[in-house]
């Protein structure tokens, strides 16, 4: 696609449930990377897929958290029994082929957990 | 590990020139830098590779202090367009392979 795309753009979830937030990246991005962001806040580093391989999952902050990606395409971070603290902006980035070619970020989905 | 900017907000008219610094305590091999409007994505502006390069265009340009593990980003003759957060996002040497985004600069311009 022309852009990075993210769904849903608004997710409103019950504190216990499970949520999935999706990312298609740029068509031949093989690069794709997850960032949270706090309102207010930097953009916080969750895990980067290099094709469908994650080389670096350091910055998931819990095992409720977990990624996958299926070949150079599309990605779900799903965030199992939400806590209130996990409400925040999630982003998703592709780049061609790592951070020397630039990111490009999508929109961003945005979780409330009441 | 999380580079470090300042000035953390900074508010100007339009037409006034401003200058964001980001440093690291680790080597860096490269120095990236975006902006990000209120409720939109953050978009790229440019990357600073080590070897003490300039980059840029007359109006928006960076610098990359591979000694000092610094790097400035410099608007000149700021636009109402120029508001917003900027990130500047790093990569360690050793190929981290990531991004480690600093906490923003938040920047104001008004008419």
């Known amino acids: 696609g022309a852009g990075v795309s993210q769904s849903p753009s608004n997710k409103v979830t019950e504190k216990g449930k499970d949520v999935e937030l999706r990312c298609d990246p740029i068509s031949g991005h093989t690069a794709l990377y997850w960032y949270r962001q706090r309102l207010g806040q930097g953009l916080e580093f969750l895990i980067y897929?290099?094709?469908?391989?994650?080389?670096?999952k350091s910055g998931l902050p819990s095992d409720r958290f977990s990624a996958e990606r299926t070949g150079e395409s599309v990605s779900t971070l799903t965030i199992q029994r939400t806590q209130q603290e996990d409400s925040a902006v999630y982003l998703c980035?592709?780049?061609?082929?790592?951070?020397?070619?630039?990111?490009?970020f999508g929109s961003g989905t945005r979780l409330t957990v009441v | 590990q999380q580079p470090v900017q300042s000035p953390q907000a900074v508010i100007l008219r339009e037409g006034e020139d401003a200058v964001i610094n980001c440093s690291s305590s680790?080597?860096?091999?490269?120095v990236h830098w975006y902006r990000q409007k209120h409720g939109e994505a953050p978009v790229f502006l440019m990357i600073?590779?080590?070897?003490?390069e300039q980059k840029g265009h007359e109006k928006i340009s960076a610098s990359f202090n591979e000694k000092k593990q610094q790097s400035s980003l410099y608007l000149t003759a700021s636009q109402l367009s120029y508001s917003g957060t900027y990130f500047c996002?790093?990569?360690?040497?050793?190929?981290?392979?990531?991004?480690?985004f600093g906490k923003g600069m938040k920047l104001t311009v008004n008419p």
């Open positions: 600073l590779l080590k070897g003490g």
């Open positions: 897929f290099q094709g469908n391989s994650a080389p670096d």
């Open positions: 996002g790093t990569e360690f040497q050793g190929g981290s392979e990531k991004l480690v």
């Open positions: 680790k080597a860096l091999y490269s």
């Open positions: 980035a592709s780049s061609l082929g790592g951070p020397a070619w630039g990111y490009t």
